[in-house]
């Protein structure tokens, strides 16, 4: 059954600390994105990767780190740096190999700072 | 700076009726648009989608209409059902040669079907 995991599903966290999202997909996909969805503000673009070892900012880096040691796997670090981190996180991949593409999504994480 | 503009934020629709949603572009390197479906604590769906080079685009109830000159392309859901309601995001991705193709997303439209 191929799909896009992410965990966990709600994450709390506390004023200065760190917390990993991760995301996994088996769809043998090249391609993994990482949105921010807020209320009113539709989905915006943390990063994305096109290959193992690489990955690139999108529209809203600042606070956050990825990594892509695995095909299958983009783990989403939100950093203390992150000034506004409440939100809905949302990871995606797609093939790579045509031109118009599909992304699918996972079923997102909803993080919450207390 | 928003690059696809959508409209309305949302939208009362009757059960039948028809729900139109819309959505503007500035950007011209846009070469592909979807629609996507997103229900309340999921991720969103692919709905349809359209290239530039047709006009309009049916699957089911659901209908793309694409006016290149104008930038402009809409949503139009026919014999809406109450099961239809969700949020609506119109996107567009511009043409690359990477294998990641970034969408923009519109600011979403949340669609209610009344029984």
């Known amino acids: 059954d191929g799909g896009i995991t992410q965990s966990p599903k709600y994450l709390f966290r506390k004023e200065g600390q760190n917390v990993t999202l991760s995301c996994e997909q088996n769809?043998?996909?090249?391609?993994m994105y990482w949105y921010r969805q807020d209320p009113g503000q539709g989905l915006r673009l943390i990063y994305y990767?096109?290959?193992?070892?690489?990955?690139q900012k999108g529209d809203i880096a600042e606070g956050y780190s990825v990594s892509r040691e695995k095909k299958e796997s983009f783990p989403l670090t939100v950093t203390s740096a992150q000034k506004n981190p409440t939100a809905f996180y949302l990871c995606?991949?797609?093939?790579?190999?045509?031109?118009?593409?599909?992304?699918?999504f996972g079923p997102g994480t909803r993080l919450t700072v207390l | 700076q928003q690059q696809v503009k959508q409209s309305p934020q949302s939208l009362i629709v009757q059960k039948g009726g028809i729900s139109i949603i819309n959505c503007a572009y500035e950007n011209t390197a846009f070469d592909y648009f979807p629609w996507y479906q997103q229900f309340p604590g999921k991720g969103p769906a692919l709905l349809i989608a359209i290239r530039p080079d047709v006009s309009e685009k049916k699957e089911g109830r659901f209908t793309i209409s694409f006016n290149k000159s104008a930038k402009q392309f809409s949503l139009h859901i026919m014999d809406s059902q109450p099961g239809d309601s969700a949020t609506y995001f119109c996107?567009?991705?511009?043409?690359?040669?990477?294998?990641?193709?970034?969408?923009?997303f519109g600011s979403g439209t949340q669609l209610t079907v009344l029984p």
């Open positions: 995606a991949s797609s093939t790579g190999r045509y031109s118009y593409n599909e992304q699918f």
């Open positions: 769809l043998n996909h090249d391609a």
């Open positions: 990767s096109q290959i193992v070892n690489d990955f």
């Open positions: 996107a567009a991705r511009v043409k690359s040669s990477g294998s990641a193709r970034q969408l923009t």
